[in-house]
């Protein structure tokens, strides 16, 4: 058995909940199970947000209700503030999470606040998750480069990652909101983080716009992170963030990290069949390069040892 990777599937929030077309919660939960049978043990499955603002979210509820998590698996859901952190205690979630962005144009177009209201609401909602004995993540976006704003200096995010480790979060993510990180962004970003907070709290979610996702991951990896984030068939994408492409494709990393010889306890291949399903049945692309490949021509991942 090789090093254990946190793999965290964020699929069916950060996947869906951009689509036009609503989808169904029982293809929700059939998606949800399907990631379950494939080995994920940690899914970000919900967004406890207005509906009026992201529909495709309105069932957050109803989702949670009616899915079975497997022994040992864990479910986590977004919550933009306070009232979303009281919908989401309300439930079985078992982490709560909250995005505060790292420059003020992204922090206004997305949330309508400042980046120190954004870190106030994520105070609040570590408070309500704490006091229901929840886990809590704290994401930043925009780590690399903003729409708005251009490329982000490093001391930015670290002001970001400072006041949500102070704050008390179990765990900051990394979310290159752009897509644009690149390895060399990744390990420079990183070693800064590592001075100041421990490596266990830190994950990584990138974006594969520029097609660097994998390559961000892998440097981020190679910096020491062991908690990753990646959406089944590359789903996603940012509203607020024109030309962004989906996620990181979710049997990319794992086939990639598998054959480093880490362990995600993932079968590579019913995630790709997961996620050949979902595209089709949704009628759109399938990002992943790997699921495609695997489903054509079945390959073991060589596992070379880290
Ligand atoms: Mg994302």
Redesign the pocket.
Known sequence: MGEPIAFVE?GPR?GLQNLAAPVATTLKRELCERLFSAGIRRLECASFVSPAHVPQMADAEALIEAINPPEGATLDALAPNARGAERAVATRIDRVAVFVAATESFAQRNTRCSIAQCLDRARDVLRIARENGRRSRGYISCIADCPYEGPVPTRAVMHVARALIGAGFDEIAL?D?IGSTGPADMRRLLRALKQEMPLARIAV?C?DTYGMAAASTLAAIEEGVRIV?G?VAGL???PFAPGAA??AASEDLVFMLEGLGFDTGIDCTALAATGAWLTQTLGLPNASRTGPALLARPIAPRRKGV
Do not use: E, K, L
Request: with cysteine.
């Open positions: 964020v950060d979310g909101t979610h974006h984030d959406a996603g994408g940012c989906g996620n």
